[in-house]
Protein backbone atom coordinates (compact mmCIF):
# COMPACT_ATOMS: atom_id res chain seq x y z
CA UNK A 1 0.00 0.00 0.00
CA UNK A 2 1.20 3.73 -0.98
CA UNK A 3 2.22 5.62 2.04
CA UNK A 4 2.74 9.55 1.58
CA UNK A 5 4.02 11.63 4.21
CA UNK A 6 4.42 15.24 4.06
CA UNK A 7 7.04 16.97 6.15
CA UNK A 8 6.92 19.55 8.37
CA UNK A 9 3.21 19.16 9.78
CA UNK A 10 3.39 22.58 9.90
CA UNK A 11 4.97 26.00 8.96
CA UNK A 12 5.35 29.72 10.02
CA UNK A 13 7.04 32.24 7.98
CA UNK A 14 7.14 36.19 7.52
CA UNK A 15 5.71 37.48 3.99
CA UNK A 16 8.17 37.40 0.94
CA UNK A 17 9.86 34.39 2.49
CA UNK A 18 10.64 31.39 -0.15
CA UNK A 19 9.75 28.18 1.39
CA UNK A 20 9.55 24.64 0.23
CA UNK A 21 7.23 22.10 1.37
CA UNK A 22 8.30 18.27 1.21
CA UNK A 23 6.26 15.00 0.41
CA UNK A 24 7.75 11.40 0.23
CA UNK A 25 6.01 8.42 -0.93
CA UNK A 26 6.61 4.75 -0.56
CA UNK A 27 5.86 2.81 -4.05
CA UNK A 28 7.48 4.28 -7.19
CA UNK A 29 4.95 3.00 -9.14
CA UNK A 30 3.01 5.94 -10.17
CA UNK A 31 0.79 7.59 -12.75
CA UNK A 32 0.84 10.97 -11.26
CA UNK A 33 1.16 13.59 -8.61
CA UNK A 34 -1.06 16.24 -7.50
CA UNK A 35 -0.78 19.08 -4.87
CA UNK A 36 -3.47 20.86 -3.45
CA UNK A 37 -4.52 23.48 -1.48
CA UNK A 38 -7.54 23.41 1.39
CA UNK A 39 -8.19 26.27 2.96
CA UNK A 40 -10.52 25.59 6.65
CA UNK A 41 -13.98 24.53 6.12
CA UNK A 42 -13.34 24.09 2.13
CA UNK A 43 -12.92 21.57 -0.78
CA UNK A 44 -9.63 20.81 -2.15
CA UNK A 45 -7.95 23.01 -5.32
CA UNK A 46 -5.32 21.85 -7.50
CA UNK A 47 -2.38 23.67 -7.85
CA UNK A 48 -0.41 21.45 -10.04
CA UNK A 49 -0.23 18.04 -11.57
CA UNK A 50 2.78 16.56 -12.33
CA UNK A 51 2.79 13.42 -14.68
CA UNK A 52 4.83 10.31 -13.74
CA UNK A 53 7.38 11.22 -16.93
CA UNK A 54 7.56 14.80 -16.25
CA UNK A 55 10.54 16.14 -13.30
CA UNK A 56 8.82 19.30 -12.75
CA UNK A 57 5.32 21.55 -13.29
CA UNK A 58 5.17 25.70 -12.50
CA UNK A 59 2.06 28.13 -12.30
CA UNK A 60 3.18 31.32 -11.50
CA UNK A 61 4.86 31.54 -7.71
CA UNK A 62 4.59 27.74 -7.49
CA UNK A 63 6.86 25.16 -8.75
CA UNK A 64 6.69 21.06 -7.77
CA UNK A 65 8.97 18.90 -8.79
CA UNK A 66 9.10 14.98 -9.12
CA UNK A 67 11.71 12.37 -8.25
CA UNK A 68 9.88 8.97 -8.34
CA UNK A 69 13.29 6.81 -8.24
CA UNK A 70 13.57 9.03 -4.63
CA UNK A 71 9.86 8.74 -3.98
CA UNK A 72 9.80 12.65 -3.58
CA UNK A 73 8.43 15.75 -4.69
CA UNK A 74 8.62 19.02 -3.25
CA UNK A 75 6.53 22.49 -3.55
CA UNK A 76 8.27 25.68 -4.00
CA UNK A 77 6.58 28.82 -3.09
CA UNK A 78 8.44 32.17 -4.30
CA UNK A 79 7.68 35.35 -2.54
CA UNK A 80 4.57 34.08 -0.50
CA UNK A 81 1.97 36.19 0.51
CA UNK A 82 -0.48 36.26 3.36
CA UNK A 83 -2.94 34.87 1.21
CA UNK A 84 -1.22 31.69 0.75
CA UNK A 85 -1.90 30.69 3.79
CA UNK A 86 -3.56 27.42 3.91
CA UNK A 87 -2.96 23.73 4.32
CA UNK A 88 -0.78 22.10 1.40
CA UNK A 89 -1.78 18.60 0.06
CA UNK A 90 0.12 16.13 -1.30
CA UNK A 91 -1.44 13.13 -3.63
CA UNK A 92 0.31 10.29 -5.04
CA UNK A 93 -1.98 9.20 -8.47
CA UNK A 94 -2.68 5.20 -9.32
CA UNK A 95 -4.58 3.96 -11.88
CA UNK A 96 -8.39 5.15 -12.38
CA UNK A 97 -7.66 8.05 -10.25
CA UNK A 98 -7.43 6.51 -6.89
CA UNK A 99 -5.11 9.33 -4.72
CA UNK A 100 -3.37 8.32 -2.05
CA UNK A 101 -2.67 11.36 0.46
CA UNK A 102 -0.57 12.92 2.91
CA UNK A 103 -2.10 14.44 5.94
CA UNK A 104 -0.88 17.98 4.62
CA UNK A 105 1.48 21.04 5.89
CA UNK A 106 -0.40 23.88 7.30
CA UNK A 107 1.27 26.96 6.12
CA UNK A 108 1.05 30.39 8.11
CA UNK A 109 2.26 33.33 5.65
CA UNK A 110 2.79 36.55 8.82
CA UNK A 111 2.13 39.82 7.16
CA UNK B 1 -19.73 26.16 -15.01
CA UNK B 2 -20.22 24.79 -11.88
CA UNK B 3 -17.42 22.17 -11.58
CA UNK B 4 -18.36 19.13 -8.90
CA UNK B 5 -21.17 19.96 -7.26
CA UNK B 6 -21.94 18.04 -3.29
CA UNK B 7 -25.25 18.07 -1.51
CA UNK B 8 -25.38 18.18 1.22
CA UNK B 9 -22.84 20.50 2.89
CA UNK B 10 -23.84 19.35 6.76
CA UNK B 11 -25.89 16.44 7.68
CA UNK B 12 -26.59 14.85 11.27
CA UNK B 13 -27.16 11.68 11.69
CA UNK B 14 -28.94 8.90 14.44
CA UNK B 15 -26.71 5.63 14.67
CA UNK B 16 -28.44 3.67 12.22
CA UNK B 17 -30.28 5.81 9.84
CA UNK B 18 -29.71 5.81 6.04
CA UNK B 19 -28.47 8.62 3.59
CA UNK B 20 -27.22 9.47 0.60
CA UNK B 21 -24.87 11.68 0.07
CA UNK B 22 -25.25 13.03 -3.25
CA UNK B 23 -22.26 14.00 -6.02
CA UNK B 24 -22.52 15.56 -9.65
CA UNK B 25 -20.29 17.34 -12.04
CA UNK B 26 -20.66 19.20 -15.60
CA UNK B 27 -17.80 18.71 -17.03
CA UNK B 28 -18.28 15.22 -18.93
CA UNK B 29 -15.85 13.58 -16.75
CA UNK B 30 -15.26 9.96 -16.85
CA UNK B 31 -13.78 9.65 -13.80
CA UNK B 32 -15.62 9.78 -10.22
CA UNK B 33 -14.34 8.64 -6.71
CA UNK B 34 -15.35 9.47 -3.42
CA UNK B 35 -13.22 10.30 -0.25
CA UNK B 36 -13.49 10.97 3.58
CA UNK B 37 -11.03 12.75 5.49
CA UNK B 38 -10.64 12.31 9.07
CA UNK B 39 -8.60 14.16 11.63
CA UNK B 40 -4.93 13.60 11.46
CA UNK B 41 -5.53 11.16 8.46
CA UNK B 42 -4.83 12.16 4.87
CA UNK B 43 -8.00 11.34 2.81
CA UNK B 44 -9.02 7.85 2.14
CA UNK B 45 -10.78 6.20 -1.18
CA UNK B 46 -13.96 4.85 -0.40
CA UNK B 47 -15.12 3.76 -3.89
CA UNK B 48 -14.67 5.35 -7.95
CA UNK B 49 -15.74 5.15 -10.85
CA UNK B 50 -14.43 5.21 -14.25
CA UNK B 51 -17.70 5.23 -16.13
CA UNK B 52 -21.69 4.88 -16.18
CA UNK B 53 -22.12 1.52 -15.07
CA UNK B 54 -18.78 0.60 -13.79
CA UNK B 55 -17.66 1.36 -9.58
CA UNK B 56 -15.11 -0.53 -7.54
CA UNK B 57 -14.01 -0.65 -3.87
CA UNK B 58 -11.36 1.38 -3.00
CA UNK B 59 -9.21 1.40 0.25
CA UNK B 60 -12.20 1.61 3.10
CA UNK B 61 -15.15 1.13 1.31
CA UNK B 62 -16.70 -1.13 4.06
CA UNK B 63 -20.91 0.13 5.38
CA UNK B 64 -20.92 2.42 2.07
CA UNK B 65 -22.97 1.66 -1.28
CA UNK B 66 -22.11 3.36 -4.75
CA UNK B 67 -24.00 3.24 -7.90
CA UNK B 68 -23.24 4.95 -11.74
CA UNK B 69 -25.82 5.30 -13.58
CA UNK B 70 -25.33 8.22 -15.43
CA UNK B 71 -21.94 10.03 -16.77
CA UNK B 72 -23.21 13.39 -14.28
CA UNK B 73 -23.78 11.93 -10.87
CA UNK B 74 -22.48 9.89 -8.46
CA UNK B 75 -24.02 9.07 -5.15
CA UNK B 76 -22.81 7.81 -1.72
CA UNK B 77 -25.33 5.43 0.31
CA UNK B 78 -24.80 4.67 3.93
CA UNK B 79 -26.67 1.91 4.96
CA UNK B 80 -26.56 1.99 8.08
CA UNK B 81 -24.51 4.65 10.22
CA UNK B 82 -22.47 4.60 12.78
CA UNK B 83 -20.67 6.75 14.93
CA UNK B 84 -16.85 6.25 12.99
CA UNK B 85 -18.69 7.52 9.85
CA UNK B 86 -18.89 11.02 11.24
CA UNK B 87 -16.47 12.49 8.48
CA UNK B 88 -16.54 15.47 5.83
CA UNK B 89 -16.69 13.54 2.83
CA UNK B 90 -15.48 14.89 -0.58
CA UNK B 91 -16.25 14.16 -4.23
CA UNK B 92 -13.82 14.02 -7.32
CA UNK B 93 -13.83 13.90 -11.02
CA UNK B 94 -11.39 13.87 -13.57
CA UNK B 95 -11.46 13.66 -17.24
CA UNK B 96 -9.54 10.38 -17.78
CA UNK B 97 -7.33 8.74 -14.68
CA UNK B 98 -4.17 10.58 -15.42
CA UNK B 99 -5.18 13.99 -15.22
CA UNK B 100 -5.84 16.83 -12.75
CA UNK B 101 -9.00 16.52 -10.62
CA UNK B 102 -11.32 18.15 -9.42
CA UNK B 103 -13.09 18.18 -5.96
CA UNK B 104 -16.68 19.16 -4.33
CA UNK B 105 -16.58 21.92 -1.17
CA UNK B 106 -17.65 18.85 1.02
CA UNK B 107 -20.28 17.28 3.01
CA UNK B 108 -19.40 17.24 6.75
CA UNK B 109 -21.04 14.54 8.30
CA UNK B 110 -22.27 13.74 11.71
CA UNK B 111 -23.09 10.29 13.46
CA UNK B 112 -24.67 10.60 17.10
Known amino acids: KQEVTQIPAALSVPEGENLVLNCSFT??????LQWFRQDPGKGLTSLLL?????REQTSGRLNASLDKSSGRSTLYIAASQPGDSATYLC??????????FGTGTSLTVIP | NAGVTQTPKFQVLKTGQSMTLQCAQD?????MSWYRQDPGMGLRLIHY???????DQGEVPNGYNVSRSTTEDFPLRLLSAAPSQTSVYFC???????????FGQGTRLTVV
Open chain 2, 92 to 102: ASSWRGNTEAF
Open chain 1, 27 to 32: DSAIYN
Open chain 2, 27 to 31: MNHEY
Open chain 1, 50 to 54: IQSSQ
Open chain 2, 49 to 55: SVGAGIT
Open chain 1, 91 to 100: AVGNTGNQFY
